[in-house]
């Protein structure tokens, strides 16, 4: 089965509760497991392994994960003593089957999460690595899921599935209905003050920020935390150990607010977001939906605000092109600008040394703007 559809659609317990149901209609001696489920980043590994754990607790099946940023020696130890279910990232995965600690011959469900991902971050090789070695397509039970169909991602499925069917869940808007959008044109100089106004009034229990860059997630982080707001940024840099941490506090309720670029914004299952506050319009159409799909899950209220500023005011349009729909304008008034603390001399002095450090560490200075060929065009629908 090939299935598109938005996040908060319930697609993991959809591909899991299938892939128990057929695991338990005869049980086989751990020699391999006999469900593989791959997915692009760690965060999302992580997350499946918690939903398959949580509806398989009284299975008394063994589910293990494998990712990078964890210790290696005992991810392989783990893996090679067996399990029924394995949920990895495909660098990981690989370099566990090259050293033959475990064998995907025994596989009877495949799922590929994120499929459009796999293409977009590069991992289309070592997916294509790992596929040609599991029982033929007619053997066994197969699922990928997308956010777009396309035509490589339908190539994976004619290449690596049994005539898959397709199933799209595409609501009318691709927005979530019980998600309030709002947009604030606010200069640049003014964006953090109109920023600190907007937390101050709205409040919230979990508040997701989202930029475009780890530069300014980093500088968001600091920035709000010598304002008085207890935040953090995640980002795709961070170490593993941390990034998990940070996570859990922030889906706990210990962390108010989480300073993320896109790497969260995806698959990813946090409930109770109150509010999405886009600090940068996103280069993407889709990652505009993808974004606010992180707040109103599965029916429940929340909040959309867009800070749109000189740089990104050119990416307005295509997104609202993209979602059909005219994002509502608010108007701040001039007591919703808060003053900011500033850093000290001593800070900025250290802020550029990092930023200096970490721009020698990639090998040159960050271009900023939009790429080449003016801003970025809405994919095509679906």
């Known amino acids: 089965m090939a299935g598109q559809s938005q996040t908060g659609t319930g697609k993991t317990a959809a591909f899991l509760i299938a892939g128990f149901t057929r695991l338990l209609q005869a049980r086989e001696p751990r020699t391999g497991p006999r469900m593989l489920i791959i997915a692009p980043t760690r965060e999302l590994v992580v997350q499946i392994e918690a939903d398959a754990r949580l509806l398989g607790r009284h299975t008394g099946l063994r589910i293990l994960s494998v990712y990078g940023g964890i210790d290696y020696a005992k991810q392989r130890d783990e893996l090679r003593a067996g399990c029924d279910m394995l949920v ?39 997916l294509r690595f790992i596929l040609r070695r599991l029982p033929p397509p007619e053997r066994r039970q197969s699922f990928l899921f997308s956010a777009t169909l396309s035509f490589r991602v339908l190539e994976l499925t004619w290449e690596f599935m049994n005539n898959p069917t397709q199933i799209t869940i595409a609501p009318q808007q691709k927005t979530v209905e019980t998600a309030i959008q709002l947009l604030y044109h606010v200069s640049r100089e003014e964006k953090f003050n ?187 629908r679906p």
């Open 194 to 380: 109109l920023l600190l106004g907007l937390l101050k009034r709205e409040g919230g229990s979990r508040i997701l920020i989202f930029t475009n860059t780890r530069e300014a997630a980093r500088r968001l982080e600091d920035r709000l935390g010598r304002n008085g707001w207890d935040a953090r940024a995640l980002t795709g840099d961070v170490d593993q150990k941390k990034r998990l941490r940070i996570l859990n506090d922030f889906k706990e309720g210990k962390l108010p607010v989480l300073v993320a670029t896109d790497v969260a914004s995806r698959g990813l299952h946090i409930e109770g977001v109150s509010h999405v506050i886009n600090w940068d319009l996103p280069q993407d159409a889709w990652d505009y939906v993808h974004r606010i799909g992180r707040t109103a899950r599965m029916g429940a209220s929340g909040k959309a605000i867009s800070l749109v500023d000189e740089a990104t005011a050119l990416l307005l349009e295509p997104i609202e092109r993209f979602i059909t729909q005219k994002i509502p304008v608010g108007w701040a008034e001039d007591d919703l600008f808060l003053p900011e603390i500033k850093p000290t001399a001593e800070e900025r002095r250290r802020y550029a040394e990092e930023r200096r450090q970490r721009l020698a560490a990639r090998g040159g200075p960050h271009r900023g703007g939009p790429p080449r060929g003016g801003p970025p065009r809405s994919p095509p």
């Open 88 to 126: 990895g990232t495909p660098g990981r995965l690989i370099d566990y089957l090259k050293q033959n600690v475990w064998s995907p011959r025994k596989v009877e469900v495949l799922v590929i999460d994120e499929a459009d991902r796999m293409f977009d971050m590069g991992f289309i090789a070592d």
